[in-house]
């Protein structure tokens, strides 16, 4: 059984850090890209990062245009996990964020993923 858990959601200032973190069991995450997705209250689920599968242009990444610079993310092989280092923090990322898993290379697209976690909450207070 696959699962996907986040965690590292919280509430924080505006200019503050968090870092979240997605754990996966179930599924070797080096091949799979793993995306995070957020959901503000009233919007869209739209992508925030994707890092593709180790094998999937050497595990490139994609940033949204309103995170890039502040946010990173990474593979934590060991962990099995992908973390998104998230700094510089703004009220308008205060979102749930979803971190989700399909095989090969990673898309915006969020119906092309095949797995999803529950969600975490991140609060940014101005």
């Known amino acids: 059984q696959v699962q996907l858990v986040e965690s590292g959601g919280g509430l924080v200032q505006a200019g503050g850090s968090l870092r979240l973190s997605c754990a996966a069991s179930g599924l070797t995450l080096d091949y799979w890209a793993v995306a995070w997705f957020r959901q503000a209250p009233g919007k869209e689920r739209e992508v925030v990062s994707y890092?593709?599968?180790?094998?999937?242009?050497?595990?490139?990444?994609y940033y949204a245009d309103s995170v890039k610079g502040r946010f990173t993310i990474s593979r934590d092989n060991a962990m099995n996990a992908v973390s998104l280092q998230m700094s510089s923090l703004k009220a308008e990322d205060t979102a749930v964020y979803y971190c989700?898993?399909?095989?090969?290379?990673?898309?915006?697209?969020?119906?092309?993923?095949?797995?999803w976690g529950q969600g975490t909450q991140v609060i940014v207070s101005s």
């Open positions: 989700a898993a399909k095989y090969g290379g990673g898309s915006v697209i969020r119906a092309e993923y095949d797995y």
């Open positions: 890092i593709n599968s180790a094998t999937t242009n050497n595990g490139g990444i």
